[in-house]
């Protein structure tokens, strides 16, 4: 039947109560208990070991850096925060694996600010990616050199990845055997 996604639900309560609810603490306090998992565990293994060029997730929670940072994998965490201020070319032909949480995080260190969830925050259900957002996704898909993973995303909306991939004509332009999409089975 029809289900409405937690990020959706918060999406809505925050577009009706506006800045009366701190969506981030409530985003905070529903991934406390997101665990590092076999399946995380076993993706910062590759990590450590250069596998993996870039992580593409949806996810909020920050269970891969947690992951990460238990087997001493080496990670850059890039959310729009971090693109918004610098230029594209700082986050190419780099060595350290970037995991980039095109959605926001709850992920926090003691240097940096990330991007808070933002379909929680966006004025109705969601809001397309900003340009640089964009154009670091394009640029992610578009490498040859190392494997990227798509991590804790469905494919089924319809409000920002799937018109960018629409618009990429990637049939044309890019060789996709460097794609692994990580889709959640609900279970």
């Known amino acids: 039947g029809e289900h409405i996604t937690l990020e959706v639900l918060v999406s809505l309560i925050t577009f009706r109560c506006g800045g009366r609810l701190d969506t981030d603490a409530m985003w905070d306090a529903l991934c ?17 070991f250069g596998c993996i060029d870039k992580i593409l997730t949806s996810n909020f929670d920050h269970v891969l850096e947690d992951a990460c940072d238990n087997v001493g994998a080496e990670y850059q965490c890039v959310s729009n925060v971090q693109l918004e201020s610098s230029e594209l070319y700082t986050f190419q032909n780099t060595d350290i694996t970037q995991i980039c949480p095109f959605h926001g995080t709850t992920y926090k260190d003691d240097e940096n600010e990330y991007t808070g969830p933002f379909t929680a925050t966006a004025a109705g259900l969601a809001k397309p990616f900003s340009k640089k957002m964009a154009e670091y996704i394009e640029d992610s898909l578009s490498d040859k050199n190392r494997p990227i993973i798509v991590f804790g995303y469905s494919g089924s909306d319809h409000f920002d990845l799937n018109p960018l991939l629409s618009s990429l004509h990637l049939e044309d332009e890019f060789n996709r055997s460097n794609w692994y999409w990580c889709i959640h089975a609900g279970n």
Not at 32 to 48: G, P, R
Request: glycine fraction near 0%; aromatic fraction near 12%; charge should be positive.
């Open 32 to 48: 406390q208990d997101c665990q590092v998992n076999k399946f995380s565990y076993m993706i910062s293994m590759l990590i450590k």
